[in-house]
Protein backbone atom coordinates (compact mmCIF):
# COMPACT_ATOMS: atom_id res chain seq x y z
CA UNK A 1 0.00 0.00 0.00
CA UNK A 2 2.95 2.28 0.70
CA UNK A 3 4.65 1.64 -2.52
CA UNK A 4 1.26 2.69 -3.97
CA UNK A 5 1.14 5.78 -2.77
CA UNK A 6 4.45 6.60 -3.03
CA UNK A 7 4.92 5.86 -6.64
CA UNK A 8 0.83 7.73 -7.44
CA UNK A 9 3.26 10.53 -5.39
CA UNK A 10 6.50 10.42 -7.80
CA UNK A 11 5.05 9.82 -10.90
CA UNK A 12 3.02 12.80 -10.87
CA UNK A 13 5.51 14.65 -9.83
CA UNK A 14 8.47 13.24 -12.09
CA UNK A 15 5.97 13.89 -15.45
CA UNK A 16 5.51 17.83 -14.00
CA UNK A 17 9.24 18.10 -13.86
CA UNK A 18 10.20 17.11 -16.79
CA UNK A 19 8.10 19.34 -18.64
CA UNK A 20 9.57 21.85 -16.60
CA UNK A 21 13.48 20.96 -17.55
CA UNK A 22 12.21 20.46 -21.18
CA UNK A 23 10.40 24.48 -21.52
CA UNK A 24 13.70 25.27 -20.08
CA UNK A 25 16.21 23.68 -22.40
CA UNK A 26 13.86 25.15 -25.33
CA UNK A 27 11.99 27.99 -23.82
CA UNK A 28 11.30 29.74 -27.50
CA UNK A 29 10.70 26.14 -29.18
CA UNK A 30 7.57 25.45 -27.09
CA UNK A 31 6.86 29.13 -26.23
CA UNK A 32 5.83 29.24 -30.17
CA UNK A 33 3.95 25.79 -29.35
CA UNK A 34 2.08 27.59 -26.78
CA UNK A 35 1.56 30.51 -29.30
CA UNK A 36 -0.28 28.29 -31.67
CA UNK A 37 -2.32 26.45 -29.20
CA UNK A 38 -3.51 30.01 -28.42
CA UNK A 39 -3.89 31.03 -31.89
CA UNK A 40 -5.99 27.93 -32.42
CA UNK A 41 -8.06 28.43 -29.74
CA UNK A 42 -8.52 31.60 -30.28
CA UNK A 43 -9.87 31.43 -34.12
CA UNK A 44 -11.01 28.33 -33.66
CA UNK A 45 -13.23 27.70 -30.18
CA UNK A 46 -13.49 31.20 -29.28
CA UNK A 47 -16.05 32.21 -31.69
CA UNK A 48 -17.89 28.95 -31.74
CA UNK A 49 -17.66 28.55 -27.65
CA UNK A 50 -18.16 31.62 -25.79
CA UNK A 51 -21.23 32.82 -27.32
CA UNK A 52 -22.69 29.55 -25.94
CA UNK A 53 -21.22 29.76 -22.82
CA UNK A 54 -22.40 32.96 -21.70
CA UNK A 55 -25.74 32.54 -23.41
CA UNK A 56 -25.84 28.74 -21.06
CA UNK A 57 -25.18 30.44 -18.54
CA UNK A 58 -27.96 33.21 -18.70
CA UNK A 59 -30.85 30.93 -19.69
CA UNK A 60 -30.65 28.54 -17.21
CA UNK A 61 -31.48 31.41 -14.76
CA UNK A 62 -34.42 32.98 -16.59
CA UNK A 63 -38.19 31.52 -15.47
CA UNK A 64 -38.32 30.76 -19.51
CA UNK A 65 -35.74 27.34 -18.65
CA UNK A 66 -37.80 26.23 -15.44
CA UNK A 67 -41.62 26.03 -17.63
CA UNK A 68 -39.47 24.72 -20.71
CA UNK A 69 -38.02 21.95 -18.05
CA UNK A 70 -41.15 20.60 -16.63
CA UNK A 71 -42.64 20.64 -20.82
CA UNK A 72 -39.38 18.73 -21.43
CA UNK A 73 -39.46 16.47 -17.91
CA UNK A 74 -41.61 13.38 -19.05
CA UNK A 75 -39.86 12.89 -22.74
CA UNK A 76 -36.36 12.90 -20.75
CA UNK A 77 -38.10 10.61 -17.94
CA UNK A 78 -38.88 8.27 -20.23
CA UNK A 79 -35.38 7.96 -22.42
CA UNK A 80 -32.59 8.85 -19.96
CA UNK A 81 -34.20 9.22 -16.09
CA UNK A 82 -33.33 12.60 -16.11
CA UNK A 83 -34.84 15.05 -15.20
CA UNK A 84 -36.70 17.94 -17.76
CA UNK A 85 -34.00 20.89 -16.55
CA UNK A 86 -31.29 18.06 -17.52
CA UNK A 87 -32.65 17.50 -20.66
CA UNK A 88 -32.98 21.12 -21.31
CA UNK A 89 -29.21 21.13 -20.43
CA UNK A 90 -28.17 18.06 -23.02
CA UNK A 91 -29.47 19.71 -25.85
CA UNK A 92 -28.04 23.21 -25.11
CA UNK A 93 -25.09 20.99 -24.94
CA UNK A 94 -25.63 19.41 -28.12
CA UNK A 95 -25.89 23.00 -30.19
CA UNK A 96 -22.80 24.41 -28.11
CA UNK A 97 -20.17 21.63 -28.14
CA UNK A 98 -17.24 21.11 -24.95
CA UNK A 99 -17.13 22.25 -22.01
CA UNK A 100 -20.89 23.83 -21.85
CA UNK A 101 -22.20 20.70 -21.11
CA UNK A 102 -20.33 19.77 -18.54
CA UNK A 103 -20.78 23.48 -17.05
CA UNK A 104 -24.29 23.45 -17.56
CA UNK A 105 -24.45 19.85 -14.96
CA UNK A 106 -22.33 21.85 -12.38
CA UNK A 107 -24.95 25.31 -12.45
CA UNK A 108 -28.16 22.70 -12.51
CA UNK A 109 -25.95 20.34 -9.68
CA UNK A 110 -25.09 23.70 -7.41
CA UNK A 111 -28.94 25.15 -7.61
CA UNK A 112 -30.36 22.20 -5.99
CA UNK A 113 -32.21 21.31 -10.01
CA UNK A 114 -30.94 17.94 -10.43
CA UNK A 115 -30.13 14.75 -7.59
CA UNK A 116 -26.46 13.54 -6.68
CA UNK A 117 -27.10 10.34 -8.64
CA UNK A 118 -28.66 11.84 -11.51
CA UNK A 119 -25.37 14.38 -12.57
CA UNK A 120 -23.41 11.17 -13.39
CA UNK A 121 -26.13 10.28 -16.31
CA UNK A 122 -26.20 14.14 -17.12
CA UNK A 123 -22.78 14.37 -17.14
CA UNK A 124 -22.66 11.34 -20.34
CA UNK A 125 -25.06 12.93 -21.66
CA UNK A 126 -23.88 16.51 -22.36
CA UNK A 127 -20.60 15.38 -22.68
CA UNK A 128 -21.03 16.08 -27.08
CA UNK A 129 -19.59 18.49 -29.24
CA UNK A 130 -21.57 21.14 -31.44
CA UNK A 131 -22.35 21.64 -35.16
CA UNK A 132 -20.00 24.38 -35.23
CA UNK A 133 -16.71 22.30 -34.65
CA UNK A 134 -17.83 18.75 -36.52
CA UNK A 135 -19.79 20.30 -39.66
CA UNK A 136 -18.05 23.32 -39.23
CA UNK A 137 -14.36 23.20 -38.74
CA UNK A 138 -13.49 19.00 -38.96
CA UNK A 139 -15.66 18.71 -42.20
CA UNK A 140 -15.31 22.05 -44.15
CA UNK A 141 -12.36 23.65 -43.09
CA UNK A 142 -10.29 20.34 -42.58
CA UNK A 143 -11.71 17.52 -44.79
CA UNK A 144 -13.01 20.21 -47.19
CA UNK A 145 -16.34 18.33 -47.61
CA UNK A 146 -19.24 19.69 -45.26
CA UNK A 147 -21.24 16.17 -45.48
CA UNK A 148 -18.39 14.03 -43.50
CA UNK A 149 -19.15 16.56 -40.78
CA UNK A 150 -22.66 16.07 -40.90
CA UNK A 151 -21.72 12.70 -40.82
CA UNK A 152 -19.60 12.32 -37.93
CA UNK A 153 -21.87 14.85 -36.43
CA UNK A 154 -24.87 12.33 -36.53
CA UNK A 155 -22.44 9.16 -35.33
CA UNK A 156 -21.46 11.60 -32.57
CA UNK A 157 -24.64 12.21 -31.31
CA UNK A 158 -25.51 8.48 -32.04
CA UNK A 159 -22.68 7.15 -29.97
CA UNK A 160 -23.67 9.26 -27.30
CA UNK A 161 -27.46 8.92 -27.26
CA UNK A 162 -26.96 5.14 -27.46
CA UNK A 163 -25.04 4.80 -24.38
CA UNK A 164 -26.90 7.13 -22.09
CA UNK A 165 -30.31 5.26 -23.36
CA UNK A 166 -28.39 1.69 -21.93
CA UNK A 167 -27.65 3.93 -18.79
CA UNK A 168 -30.96 4.46 -17.73
CA UNK A 169 -31.83 0.47 -16.43
CA UNK A 170 -29.13 1.78 -13.80
CA UNK A 171 -30.99 4.41 -12.33
CA UNK A 172 -32.49 4.49 -8.52
CA UNK A 173 -35.26 6.23 -8.13
CA UNK A 174 -34.58 9.79 -6.40
CA UNK A 175 -36.39 12.93 -4.86
CA UNK A 176 -35.32 16.22 -6.52
CA UNK A 177 -35.37 19.52 -5.17
CA UNK A 178 -37.95 21.93 -6.98
CA UNK A 179 -36.02 23.92 -9.41
CA UNK A 180 -35.22 27.20 -8.31
CA UNK A 181 -34.17 29.79 -10.74
CA UNK A 182 -32.20 32.99 -9.77
CA UNK A 183 -34.54 36.16 -9.90
CA UNK A 184 -31.82 38.85 -8.47
CA UNK A 185 -32.21 40.76 -11.92
CA UNK A 186 -29.30 43.14 -11.26
CA UNK A 187 -26.65 40.40 -10.93
CA UNK A 188 -27.70 38.30 -13.39
CA UNK A 189 -25.99 39.49 -16.56
CA UNK A 190 -22.67 40.11 -14.46
CA UNK A 191 -22.78 36.72 -12.83
CA UNK A 192 -23.54 34.91 -16.20
CA UNK A 193 -20.70 36.92 -17.83
CA UNK A 194 -18.09 36.98 -15.30
CA UNK A 195 -18.65 32.55 -15.27
CA UNK A 196 -18.61 32.76 -19.11
CA UNK A 197 -15.11 34.25 -19.14
CA UNK A 198 -14.10 32.50 -16.52
CA UNK A 199 -14.44 29.10 -18.45
CA UNK A 200 -13.51 30.60 -21.71
CA UNK A 201 -10.08 31.71 -20.12
CA UNK A 202 -9.74 27.98 -18.74
CA UNK A 203 -10.39 26.50 -22.02
CA UNK A 204 -7.71 28.18 -23.33
CA UNK A 205 -5.28 28.04 -21.18
CA UNK A 206 -5.23 24.12 -21.21
CA UNK A 207 -5.58 23.76 -25.37
CA UNK A 208 -2.22 25.91 -25.26
CA UNK A 209 -1.01 23.73 -22.74
CA UNK A 210 -1.70 20.45 -24.29
CA UNK A 211 -0.80 21.64 -27.63
CA UNK A 212 2.87 22.21 -26.25
CA UNK A 213 2.84 18.87 -24.10
CA UNK A 214 2.28 17.18 -27.51
CA UNK A 215 5.30 19.05 -29.50
CA UNK A 216 6.98 17.91 -26.07
CA UNK A 217 6.37 13.90 -26.38
CA UNK A 218 6.57 14.74 -30.24
CA UNK A 219 10.68 15.69 -29.53
CA UNK A 220 11.16 13.05 -27.22
CA UNK A 221 10.54 10.62 -29.81
CA UNK A 222 6.99 9.20 -28.81
CA UNK A 223 5.55 9.68 -32.56
CA UNK A 224 8.74 7.97 -34.47
CA UNK A 225 8.69 4.98 -36.45
CA UNK A 226 4.66 5.56 -36.44
CA UNK A 227 2.56 6.12 -39.62
CA UNK A 228 0.89 9.68 -40.36
CA UNK A 229 -2.39 7.87 -38.87
CA UNK A 230 -1.10 6.41 -36.06
CA UNK A 231 0.51 10.03 -35.18
CA UNK A 232 -2.81 11.63 -35.77
CA UNK A 233 -4.25 9.47 -33.18
CA UNK A 234 -1.81 9.62 -30.84
CA UNK A 235 -1.89 13.68 -30.97
CA UNK A 236 -5.62 13.72 -30.80
CA UNK A 237 -5.31 11.72 -27.93
CA UNK A 238 -3.90 14.44 -26.45
CA UNK A 239 -5.45 17.57 -28.09
CA UNK A 240 -8.44 16.15 -30.21
CA UNK A 241 -7.92 19.22 -32.78
CA UNK A 242 -4.46 18.65 -34.00
CA UNK A 243 -5.26 15.36 -33.81
CA UNK A 244 -8.34 15.60 -36.81
CA UNK A 245 -6.36 18.10 -38.54
CA UNK A 246 -3.65 15.54 -39.18
CA UNK A 247 -5.81 12.66 -39.94
CA UNK A 248 -7.88 15.04 -42.47
CA UNK A 249 -5.13 14.83 -44.66
CA UNK A 250 -5.93 11.75 -45.82
CA UNK A 251 -9.05 11.83 -46.22
CA UNK A 252 -11.19 8.19 -46.38
CA UNK A 253 -14.02 6.42 -44.22
CA UNK A 254 -11.22 5.07 -41.19
CA UNK A 255 -9.79 8.47 -40.78
CA UNK A 256 -13.23 10.08 -40.70
CA UNK A 257 -14.60 7.37 -37.94
CA UNK A 258 -10.59 8.03 -36.07
CA UNK A 259 -12.01 11.82 -36.48
CA UNK A 260 -15.60 10.56 -34.79
CA UNK A 261 -13.56 8.89 -32.14
CA UNK A 262 -11.43 11.78 -31.13
CA UNK A 263 -14.15 14.26 -30.95
CA UNK A 264 -16.30 11.98 -28.77
CA UNK A 265 -13.46 10.99 -26.54
CA UNK A 266 -12.68 14.43 -26.50
CA UNK A 267 -9.07 13.73 -25.42
CA UNK A 268 -7.17 15.00 -22.68
CA UNK A 269 -7.49 18.92 -23.37
CA UNK A 270 -11.15 18.29 -22.97
CA UNK A 271 -11.09 15.94 -20.32
CA UNK A 272 -9.72 18.28 -18.15
CA UNK A 273 -11.49 21.06 -18.92
CA UNK A 274 -14.84 18.85 -17.93
CA UNK A 275 -13.63 16.98 -14.97
CA UNK A 276 -12.62 20.23 -13.79
CA UNK A 277 -16.39 20.88 -13.44
CA UNK A 278 -17.81 17.79 -12.83
CA UNK A 279 -15.69 16.69 -10.17
CA UNK A 280 -17.53 19.44 -8.46
CA UNK A 281 -20.49 18.17 -9.62
CA UNK A 282 -19.73 14.92 -7.59
CA UNK A 283 -19.44 13.05 -10.53
CA UNK A 284 -17.47 9.46 -10.07
CA UNK A 285 -14.69 10.21 -12.88
CA UNK A 286 -13.60 6.75 -13.62
CA UNK A 287 -17.09 5.54 -14.60
CA UNK A 288 -17.03 8.64 -16.49
CA UNK A 289 -14.62 7.80 -18.50
CA UNK A 290 -15.20 4.49 -19.49
CA UNK A 291 -18.51 5.50 -20.61
CA UNK A 292 -16.85 8.05 -22.58
CA UNK A 293 -14.30 5.29 -23.67
CA UNK A 294 -17.57 3.30 -24.75
CA UNK A 295 -19.45 6.27 -26.71
CA UNK A 296 -16.60 7.18 -28.68
CA UNK A 297 -16.13 3.00 -29.89
CA UNK A 298 -19.68 3.09 -30.47
CA UNK A 299 -19.53 6.44 -32.49
CA UNK A 300 -16.28 5.99 -34.17
CA UNK A 301 -17.85 2.62 -35.66
CA UNK A 302 -21.35 4.47 -36.84
CA UNK A 303 -19.36 7.00 -38.73
CA UNK A 304 -16.88 4.48 -40.77
CA UNK A 305 -19.97 2.47 -41.75
CA UNK A 306 -21.87 6.00 -42.84
CA UNK A 307 -18.86 7.23 -44.69
CA UNK A 308 -18.46 4.23 -46.54
CA UNK A 309 -21.25 6.13 -49.29
CA UNK A 310 -18.79 8.84 -49.61
CA UNK A 311 -15.74 7.16 -50.11
Known amino acids: MKIKKIISAIIPAAIVLAAMICFLIHPARYSQSVREGISLWAVNVLPATFPFLFLTALFTRFRLFGKISRSVAPLAGKLFRISGEGGCAAVLAM ?9 AVLD ?3 RGAIAKEESFRLACLCSTTGPMFLVGVVGSAMFLNPAIGWIMLAAHYLGVLSV ?6 SAKPTQRMPYAVRTE ?3 LLYDSLYSSVISILCVGGSIALFYAFGQILFDLGAFLHVGSTAEGVLRG ?15 SALTAALCTFLVTFGGLCVLVQQIAYLSRAEVKILPFLGVKLLQSV ?8 FSLALF
Open 185 to 187: RGN
Open 95 to 103: LSGYPVGAR
Open 108 to 110: LYE
Open 237 to 251: LIEMTSGCALLSRTP
Open 164 to 169: CFLLRF
Open 298 to 305: LAGGFAYL
